[in-house]
């Protein structure tokens, strides 16, 4: 099996996440403080129903003893969020009272400047705390986190997008939940956002092209409803692991792609992408997976291929392709996962399988060239390969090493 990439592979430890706080004192450009103050007075508003008359913004929280403005912020969004939730089996919120936000379920803080009395919260871990509720708009009070870990909880709803005011946080993890709606507006304004976890959801409509030029280390999109084409500039990408497999998406992988030069892993399996695969798909070469399966690829594969020097697993089995498995694929150093089966192979194809089988390498599948079966019962059949709660990331405070997958999920 292919070693997957850890958490660490991607982001330093906590401890320089969190350095990233020492030069600044409270970050302070997110919400101007009238727009902040409008969150709080919502949020005011609907803790105490309609009949108050005049609430003075943020009172609530002036009442507790905070000792500085950010804490202020973060306990009006944490409470506001406690109060979005509706069911909490594991009693995870049951400590969120009182003005010690830092010492909440989830909530970790770290001092700013080295100074001990000025502490903010730096991120929010949630992970399978198996709370049901929304996300409220006055998450987006939580100017400083640099982590938002809310995996493998029952959030429904959609991204509110006040989130953009998280304009430092890194880490963006809201998968395996009930999420909804379009691709979340958000995530594409946070400014410091590397990983965005947004797989095992309900989100659906087109991926818009500016999520291919935020410099971002890794995406993962899978299993949710996204269906558009993979815009022009998909090549833009930075992560060094994609995974944007089991959506809708289709169209034809574009020629940009040749421009991912840290790319590991791609994983675009069971969508509908048609068209031809790039020959610059050969110029990717740090690229360890590439699977494809389970789309409506045609034509040739590309002799260029040939070039992934570091290939270990390939995936093109069910789709449309044609003509000859390239020789300089098969005799790829470090290929030891071929799947090529159900496509329209020419029988020279199979010279590839036995050679590899004389190498001992792993090859799978190689023999079926039938003519491939109806692709709804083969959607069926992976549909049920799939899991569900396979999504894990890291858990904040270690950042140890954490598969960031199977993030092919099957
Ligand atoms: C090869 O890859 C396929 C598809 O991802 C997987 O089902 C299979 O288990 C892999 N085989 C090995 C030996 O890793
Ligand atoms: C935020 O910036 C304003 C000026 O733009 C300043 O008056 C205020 O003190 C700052 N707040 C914090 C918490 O640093
Ligand atoms: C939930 O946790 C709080 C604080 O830890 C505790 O006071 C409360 O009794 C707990 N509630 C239940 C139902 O266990
Ligand atoms: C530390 O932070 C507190 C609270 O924000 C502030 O009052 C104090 O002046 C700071 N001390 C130093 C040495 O910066
Ligand atoms: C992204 O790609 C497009 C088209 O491929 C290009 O015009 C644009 O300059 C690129 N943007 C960045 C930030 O690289």
């Known amino acids: 099996m292919v070693a997957f990439p850890t958490m660490e592979a991607f982001f330093p430890t906590l401890i320089s996440l969190l350095l990233l706080f020492s030069s600044i004192a409270c970050f302070n450009t997110t919400f101007a403080d009238s727009q902040a103050a409008t969150i709080a007075f919502k949020f005011v508003e609907s803790?105490?129903?309609?009949?108050?008359?005049?609430?003075?913004?943020?009172?609530?929280?002036?009442?507790?003893?905070?000792?500085?403005?950010?804490?202020?912020?973060?306990?009006?969004?944490?409470?506001?969020?406690?109060?979005?939730?509706?069911?909490?089996?594991?009693?995870f919120t049951g400590n969120?009272?009182?003005?010690?936000?830092?010492?909440?379920?989830?909530?970790?803080?770290?001092?700013?400047?080295?100074?001990?009395?000025?502490?903010?919260?730096?991120?929010?871990?949630?992970?399978?705390?198996e709370l049901e509720g929304f996300l409220p708009d006055e998450l987006g009070l939580l100017a400083d986190i640099a982590v938002f870990h809310a995996n493998s909880n029952r959030f429904?709803?959609?991204?509110?997008?006040?989130?953009?005011?998280?304009k430092r946080v890194v880490e963006f993890d809201v998968s395996n939940n009930r999420l909804a709606g379009g691709f979340p507006k958000a995530a594409l304004q946070m400014p410091a956002l590397r990983y965005l976890d947004l797989r095992f959801n309900g989100f659906d409509g087109p991926?818009?092209?500016?999520?291919?030029?935020?410099?971002?280390?890794?995406?993962?999109?899978?299993?949710?409803?996204?269906?558009?084409d993979l815009p022009e500039n998909f090549g833009n990408l930075t992560a060094s692991v994609a995974v944007l497999a089991n959506n809708y998406l289709a169209g034809c992988i574009p020629k940009s792609i040749g421009k991912m030069r840290h790319l590991n892993e791609l994983v675009l399996t069971n969508n509908r992408l048609d068209g031809c695969?790039?020959?610059?798909?050969?110029?990717?070469?740090?690229?360890?997976?590439?699977?494809?399966?389970?789309?409506?690829?045609?034509?040739?594969?590309?002799?260029?291929?040939?070039?992934?020097r570091n290939l270990e697993e390939l995936h093109v089995s069910h789709n449309l392709l044609i003509g000859a498995v390239p020789?300089?694929?098969?005799?790829?150093?470090?290929?030891?996962?071929?799947?090529?089966?159900?496509?329209?192979?020419?029988?020279?194809?199979?010279?590839?399988?036995?050679r590899k089988e004389g190498r001992s390498y792993?090859?799978?599948?190689?023999?079926?060239?039938?003519?491939?079966?109806?692709?709804?019962?083969?959607?069926?059949?992976?549909?049920?390969?799939?899991?569900?709660?396979?999504?894990?990331?890291?858990?904040?405070?270690?950042h140890r090493a954490v598969s960031l997958c199977r993030h092919r999920s099957m």
Not at 372 to 377: A, F, K, Y
Request: hydrophobic share 35%.
């Open 156 to 166: 429904h709803g959609s991204v509110p997008d006040s989130l953009a005011g998280l």
């Open 327 to 354: 020789k300089g694929v098969c005799k790829l150093p470090k290929l030891a996962n071929f799947t090529f089966s159900h496509n329209y192979f020419n029988e020279d194809s199979r010279e590839c399988a036995r």
């Open 96 to 129: 969120w009272v009182g003005s010690d936000v830092c010492s909440y379920n989830g909530i970790f803080c770290a001092a700013v400047d080295d100074n001990s009395s000025h502490e903010v919260v730096a991120s929010v871990d949630l992970n399978s705390a």
């Open 47 to 91: 803790s105490f129903g309609h009949e108050s008359p005049t609430i003075i913004p943020q009172q609530h929280s002036r009442d507790v003893k905070i000792p500085n403005p950010c804490l202020r912020n973060a306990y009006t969004a944490i409470q506001a969020l406690k109060k979005a939730i509706h069911s909490d089996p594991k009693n």
């Open 277 to 308: 695969l790039p020959a610059e798909t050969g110029m990717l070469s740090y690229l360890t997976v590439f699977d494809v399966g389970f789309n409506l690829l045609s034509g040739f594969l590309p002799e260029s291929l040939a070039g992934l």
């Open 207 to 228: 991926l818009p092209p500016e999520l291919f030029d935020k410099g971002l280390d890794a995406l993962f999109l899978n299993n949710n409803r996204f269906h558009s």
């Open 362 to 398: 792993l090859i799978l599948r190689a023999t079926a060239f039938r003519r491939r079966c109806n692709r709804e019962q083969q959607r069926r059949v992976l549909r049920l390969q799939i899991g569900r709660s396979t999504a894990r990331s890291s858990s904040v405070g270690t």
